[in-house]
């Protein structure tokens, strides 16, 4: 993902830093974007309550102790925390909002996630979060519990597929990611608008709602 981010700062014009360099000026740093592992995304928090630095993160598996200091930053940051910064994903989403307002009667629903063999959680952090979007829909019709399957195959940058299955048929929704660059594109995006935010915790629906 860095080399992917730092390809999309060139493209656009943006300044980018490695933050593992064993020198760093922190000066004018707009924000931070982290997607390194549980125990980065950490150092990552950390340095940037003692900087005052906005920090974009996507890294996933995150215990809840990890997630404990995120209630420490955003009270001095503003921070955003997000499995996956794809629009893609987020429009996904609203189409299965729409299609389960249209229907009344039970449906099965089943989560499919398929990524690269080096990919350590199981399941992906997007697929967790889907499946909490769907358990938390107002009135919704799906059976529970809802099914999740994971699956690692060769270099599989991201599969998600959602399955509903009723009395009337089986209806599929999936997103598909061929690069990694949309995922770079939205964490460049969300760290140009959350620089001018207040401190506090945001989600990347925030950002694609603009409304804060």
Known sequence: ???????????????????????????????????????????????????????????????????????????SIPILLASNMSVGIANLKSSIEQYLSSISIPSKCTIIEIHHTNKKDSPSGTAIEIQSFLENLPESSIARPIDVQSHRIGNIFGIHRIIFENAEGITTFQHIANSRNIFARGALQAAKWIHSKEAGEYSFADFLNKKL
């Open 1 to 75: 993902m860095g080399q992917a981010i730092q390809a999309q700062c060139i493209q656009s014009d943006v300044k980018a830093m490695d933050f593992q360099l064993q020198a760093k000026d922190l000066n004018d740093i707009s924000a931070v974007i982290d997607f390194s592992s549980p125990e980065g995304f950490v150092d990552c928090v950390n340095v940037c309550i003692e900087n005052s630095i906005p920090l974009i993160s996507g890294t996933t598996g995150l215990s809840g102790k990890d997630l404990e200091i995120v209630d420490s930053a955003k009270k």
